[in-house]
């Protein structure tokens, strides 16, 4: 540190100020101090400084997949969020699981992170009170829980899936299935199934149409073979709902193996707005739930709650509304 302020002509002080992004240094000396350790290759140990201010300038995050679209567009958006506070992520991976996220949750504490972010509202009681004593700010995504622990940032899974079983009855459709949900670890996926049975209830329509997929995450594969089941088992079925646009993909494929026209013979809607869906043939109908935007969202709250812009003592509920997309695969 002593080499770099003797190049950029300041104290040692003022090296340490820019590294950590003090708003008293102004940008010049800041620019001139980044412009020296980069010429002597320094690298600024942050851990001294963090152990006297007792921070530690991470956030812990956990999600259920690290190969799923829709997670990792919320996490680059969270870390983008972040980064401009000069706070960091440390990521950890559930697989679905709550006893994994219980296990991570305990670990992700012990390395005081300034806050916690997790996917759902739905955890084990021991995962549960960890949170509640975790004198941070704790966010949870993806979900509207009923009981909150802290702040959240989400949607409802169930009634995004009743606006789209709407869609489907005002177009004409009456034998409409489900495919997935059926796994307790998928608490979104079931709550999606749940949403689909409570408005086909509402439209006295039969609800009963409903195909397991397995455990998540629910591949194309799994959503070809469960739509052969469906076809096997409900062959008379108008539409079909799936958990997710990819096993919606695999439904699509099946229904093309088998020479069913889309949407002529068979509706076809997905969830998550993914890549894949837009650029199929014929494209899939969605549910857009701006992944990015939950993102967004949680940094922006975060950083709120740690400048004291907020009260950490009012939890926030800041929702955000699905997109319904009506595309090719539905009428």
């Not at 240094?25 to 001294?48: C, H, K, M, P, Q």
Request: proline fraction near 4%; charge should be negative.
């Amino acid at each position: 540190m002593a080499d770099v302020a003797r190049r950029a002509g300041v104290s040692p002080m003022t090296v340490s100020r820019a590294f950590k992004s003090d708003t008293s240094i102004n940008r010049d000396t800041r620019e001139a101090v980044l412009r020296a350790a980069d010429e002597l290759g320094y690298v600024f140990d942050s851990t001294a400084a963090n152990l006297r201010s007792q921070r530690t300038d991470f956030v812990a995050v956990t999600i259920p997949s690290i190969n799923n679209a829709n997670f990792a567009d919320t996490v680059r958006a969270l870390s983008e969020g972040l980064s401009q506070r000069g706070l960091q992520i440390l990521l950890g991976h559930t697989n679905y699981d709550t006893r994994e996220e219980e296990r991570l949750i305990e670990q992700l504490l012990r390395r005081r992170p300034e806050a916690i972010v997790v996917t759902g509202g739905k955890h084990t009681a021991r995962g549960r009170q960890l949170l509640n004593n975790a004198r941070i700010p704790v966010i949870e995504t993806w979900d509207l829980p009923e009981d909150p622990i802290g702040h959240v940032v989400g949607f409802s899974n169930a009634q995004s899936v009743r606006e789209m079983v709407d869609h489907f009855v005002v177009a004409g459709y009456e034998r409409i299935a489900f495919i997935g949900g059926d796994a307790d670890r998928d608490t979104r996926g079931t709550d999606r199934r749940a949403g689909f049975i409570a408005a086909m209830n509402h439209h006295g329509l039969d609800a009963t149409r409903l195909i397991a997929a397995g455990a998540p995450p629910i591949s194309m594969r799994e959503g070809a073979n469960s739509m052969g089941r469906l076809l096997e088992t409900y062959g008379d079925t108008q539409a079909v709902i799936c958990v997710s646009d990819l096993s919606a993909f695999g439904a699509l494929t099946e229904c093309q193996r088998r020479g069913i026209a889309v949407p002529d013979q068979m509706a076809i809607g997905g969830f998550g707005n993914y890549e894949i869906g837009g650029i199929c043939v014929p494209s899939l109908t969605t549910i857009n739930a701006f992944a990015r935007e939950i993102g967004e969202k949680t940094a922006a709250l975060i950083i709120d709650l740690l400048d004291g812009k907020r009260e950490a003592g009012e939890p926030a509920r800041l929702v955000i509304k699905p997109d319904l997309i009506v595309r090719e695969s539905t009428r």
